[in-house]
Nanobody, 124 residues
Framework: QVQLVESGGGLVQAGGSLRLSCAAS????????LAWFRQAPGKEREFVAAVAWSGGTTEYLDSVKGRFTISRDNAKNTVFLHMNGLKPEDTAVYYC?????????????????WGQGTRVTVSS
């Protein structure tokens, strides 16, 4: 069993930056793919970014490419989402996810474990 706890959300002005963190418990962290999803008010949850268990492969939502960077520190059982150039449309609750069911990085079905979410609000 893996438990995930996100932190780092908050209120930021457009153009600003935030770093989200997701700390995991359990001893299988370094064998899991990790991802960030987000859900804006009134919208479906969507994929944002993912990093493979090895750290060698990443994937991003087109609209965040060049602005967001996902990284992982297996020694600290933590995954990060560095967000730069934030826009009001990035406002959402951001969820960390972990899993080993490889049906695609952007598929929610690939992830067995989910955090409770951290809210990001970008003001214009």
């Amino acid at each position: 069993q893996v438990q995930l706890v996100e932190s780092g959300g908050g209120l930021v002005q457009a153009g600003g930056s935030l770093r989200l963190s997701c700390a995991a418990s359990g001893d299988t962290f370094d064998s899991l793919d990790l991802a960030w999803f987000r859900q804006a008010p009134g919208k479906e949850r969507e994929f944002v970014a993912a990093v493979a268990w090895s750290g060698g492969t990443t994937e991003y939502l087109d609209s965040v490419k060049g602005r967001f960077t996902i990284s992982r520190d297996n020694a600290k059982n933590t995954v990060f989402l560095h967000m730069n150039g934030l826009k009001p449309e990035d406002t959402a609750v951001y969820y960390c996810a972990a899993g080993a069911t490889d049906i695609g990085f952007d598929s929610q079905g690939s992830y067995d474990y989910w955090g409770q979410g951290t809210r990001v609000t970008v003001s214009s």
